[in-house]
């Protein structure tokens, strides 16, 4: 049973605007959150990532929300520049484990 | 800068063939996970090891086998291909002490099996 979802396999957006993906989760075990970013043909590589404690992480252009009751995380980017476009994955972890849970992923494009 | 690198970038195997990916990492992380990567299903764990010859199974480990002789290597076997193995294969890396940490991924195998 999948633990992390995201329901929207992919999401157009125009340059400058912001995108907004999200990410939900069922196990209230988890409480290290992360957004890996792929292009196609590499491997994924870590964007940003918040802790249960935290709200709210920011790293230049982009910023993680995480809102524990409703077991949701989402992931703005503000602006969208072209080179965002990629596929987005969001990852969980407990605190007790070593293995990542990941989302099915969603699909960036950033329209010029 | 951590570096994952996996044996082959693309592959073409046979049905019925066994298959090696070698992951290799040069940071002295303690565990590495191999994943496979299809569409519409995201990323699924099929084996990880947290120490040398250490095994653990994840999600979706039936018809894979894993092996870890030394620490910086860990080879994922698949003991007779069959064509519902063609995917991506992402191998990761993970410090020992993993506390709020990244899992670091190599370029991935793109794997068919014809």
């Known amino acids: 049973d999948q633990q992390v979802k995201q329901n929207s396999p992919s999401l157009s957006v125009q340059e400058g605007r912001i995108s907004i993906l999200n990410c939900d989760y069922t196990n209230s075990m988890f409480d290290y959150f992360l957004w890996y970013k792929k292009y196609p043909a590499e491997g994924p590589t870590f964007l940003i990532s918040?802790?249960?404690?935290?709200d709210k992480n920011e790293d230049g252009r982009f910023t993680v929300f995480l809102n524990k009751s409703a077991k949701h995380l989402s992931l703005h980017i503000v602006p969208s520049q072209p080179g965002d476009s990629a596929v987005y994955f969001c990852?969980?972890?407990?605190?007790?484990?070593?293995?990542?849970?990941f989302g099915t992923g969603t699909s960036l494009t950033v329209i010029p | 800068d951590v570096k994952v690198t996996q044996s082959s970038r693309y592959l073409v195997k046979r049905t019925g063939e066994k298959v090696f990916l070698e992951c290799v990492q040069d940071?002295?992380?303690?565990?590495m996970f191999w994943y496979r990567q299809d569409p519409g299903l995201g990323l699924r764990l099929i084996y990880f090891s947290y120490d040398v010859k250490m095994k653990e199974k994840g999600d979706i480990p039936e018809g894979y086998s894993v092996s870890r002789e030394k620490k910086e290597r860990f080879s994922l076997i698949l003991e007779s291909a069959s064509t519902n193995q063609t995917s991506m294969y992402l191998c990761?890396?993970?410090?020992?002490?993993?506390?709020?940490?990244?899992?670091?991924f190599g370029p991935g195998t793109r794997l068919l099996v014809l």
């Open positions: 918040i802790s249960s404690i935290k």
């Open positions: 990852a969980a972890s407990e605190n007790t484990g070593n293995q990542f849970y």
């Open positions: 990761a890396t993970l410090p020992g002490n993993r506390r709020q940490e990244t899992q670091y």
């Open positions: 940071m002295d992380h303690e565990n």
